[in-house]
């Protein structure tokens, strides 16, 4: 059974940085594409970044842009998002997610930004 499990999460104070990680259970190039949700208490779910595995692009929320970076490490089966400059808004439950024929979907791990 494919199993995605997600770490990194915390709570950081306005600016500082974090560094999810989303380790697969099985070979990544498996997959077509992966990538990160996050949804906070009483929002929808907002798609923040992914990555096609075979290549490496990638693309990014609007509200992210220019702060996050969504990376891959092949033989660790790991994909990253560093996350950088936080803000209050940020705060959210993040899922990591893998794409082939079906989804797969990771347990999600708790962001908080401070003020």
């Known amino acids: 059974q494919v199993q995605l499990v997600e770490s990194g999460g915390g709570l950081v104070q306005a600016g500082g940085s974090l560094r999810l990680s989303c380790a697969a259970s099985i070979g990544i190039f498996s997959f077509n594409r992966m990538g990160w949700y996050r949804q906070a208490p009483g929002k929808q779910r907002e798609l923040v970044a992914t990555?096609?595995?075979?290549?490496?692009?990638?693309n990014y929320a609007d509200s992210v842009k220019g702060r996050f970076t969504i990376s891959r490490d092949n033989a660790k089966n790991t994909v990253y998002l560093q996350m950088n400059d936080l803000k209050p808004e940020d705060t959210s439950v993040y899922y990591c997610f893998a794409l082939s024929s079906r989804s797969y979907w990771g347990q999600g791990t708790q962001v908080t930004v401070s003020s």
């Open positions: 990555i096609i595995i075979d290549g490496g692009s990638t």
